[in-house]
């Protein structure tokens, strides 16, 4: 692991040396198509395993040195990614809170005592105090952005409002989510106030994490999905947009550079209009939309970031390059991030992902040659 004699500060960072992934964001000409992975830094890789001790906790990711270790010395090491991405979890935001979260084997976060009616809401701490609570991560944010020596962009990222909101009151995973939903549909106006507590809260977050080093966001709405259009519009929707709209004026008042952001929104499908019209320079896509549908419904918008089936990767090297070049060909090779459709999974083969990363740059090299 890295050893760190005394704090670094967020200033002087080493020049960036490739700015590809950053480029595609904005929208801007690349010479082929940049690609990382949503989980990168996750339990697929060896090292991850061999670089902790016990259950994996919250106060692991505490631990910056840590942090910086499984992000710097693994994936990107071992890969020719085009950016990396913070170590840590979405469910710091209810730890800001005053939430008690807990990561019990075989069945993840875990809340002890989640929110059970809209009295809740009032527990929760109303003026969070970002920088007292969440110093920890702006503080590996910017010991990841020296460590990395300009190699890539890093990229910050934080839950959805909904997503969130959907953990805090199911209090853990859910194949249904009809706890939270049955909030939106039985305590409309607590639901927002608890929805607007969470954004005001994530917006001053990632205004922290690019004031820490971040050079990019990704927002992830995971539990998108379990909402229909009317929920999505009343309840997701505008909040997306608020965090978007806050964070770019929060960076302008801080004196501070805008930076792409990116919206990941999964299994939204009927929103990829909104989406792509809510502020954000990156829609992020799962793999169960077609590229040229995605396309179309968004035009010339915004950059696409997707969205191979993580499950490609289990299959031979051959079939994935084929399958990443029919990817690339049907996205294009401009306004295009190359990803996986979601995150990788534990059990993954490394060399594999290895294939897609090669799959990708040489496919989009390829056509943009011809």
């Known amino acids: 692991f890295i050893q760190v004699s005394s704090p670094l500060e967020p200033q002087d960072f080493p020049e960036l040396k490739n700015d590809t992934f950053l480029k595609a964001a904005r929208g801007e000409k690349t010479d082929y198509v940049p690609v990382w992975c949503m989980r990168q830094a996750g339990r697929y890789l060896p090292g991850w395993q061999r670089g902790r001790t016990g259950p994996l906790s919250f106060e692991f990711q505490r631990g910056v040195r840590l942090i910086v270790a499984v992000l710097c010395f693994q994936p990107l090491r071992r890969f020719p990614m085009d950016a990396a991405i913070i170590f840590s979890d979405i469910l710091v935001i209810p730890q800001a809170l005053g939430m008690e979260v807990v990561m019990l084997p075989g069945k993840g976060p875990t809340f002890p005592e989640p929110l059970k009616g809209p009295e809740d809401v009032e527990k929760l701490r109303q003026n969070v105090d970002v920088k007292a609570e969440l110093g920890y991560v702006f503080d590996a944010i910017t010991l990841t952005r020296h460590q990395l020596e300009g190699k890539v962009p890093l990229i910050g990222f934080s ?212």
């Open 159 to 370: 839950g959805a409002p909904w997503t969130l909101m959907a953990y805090m009151i199911e209090g853990g995973g859910s194949k249904t989510m009809s706890n939270a939903k049955r909030w939106l549909y039985s305590s409309p106006e607590a639901s927002h106030r608890l929805l607007r507590l969470l954004t005001d809260t994530i917006v001053e977050y990632l205004v922290g994490q690019v004031a820490g080093g971040a050079q990019a966001l990704q927002l992830f709405d995971s539990h998108a999905g379990f909402l229909g259009p009317q929920q999505f519009t009343e309840f997701a929707l505008p909040y997306i947009r608020d965090i978007a709209k806050g964070v770019k004026d929060g960076l302008k008042a801080a004196s501070l550079d805008t930076v792409p952001m990116i919206i990941f929104a999964k299994d939204a499908h009927y929103a990829l209009e909104e989406l792509s019209e809510s502020g954000y320079e990156v829609v992020g896509l799962d793999w169960t939309i077609h590229p040229g549908v995605a396309r179309e419904r968004t035009g010339n918008r915004v950059t696409l970031q997707g969205n191979m089936d993580p499950c490609a990767l289990y299959a031979p090297k051959e079939k994935i390059s084929e399958i990443v070049r029919k990817m690339v060909t049907e996205f294009g090779v401009q306004r295009y991030i190359a990803n996986l459709g979601h995150g990788m999974y534990p059990d993954m083969d490394p060399e594999h992902v290895a294939a897609f990363v090669e799959a990708v740059h040489t496919h989009s090299r390829q056509r943009l040659q011809n």
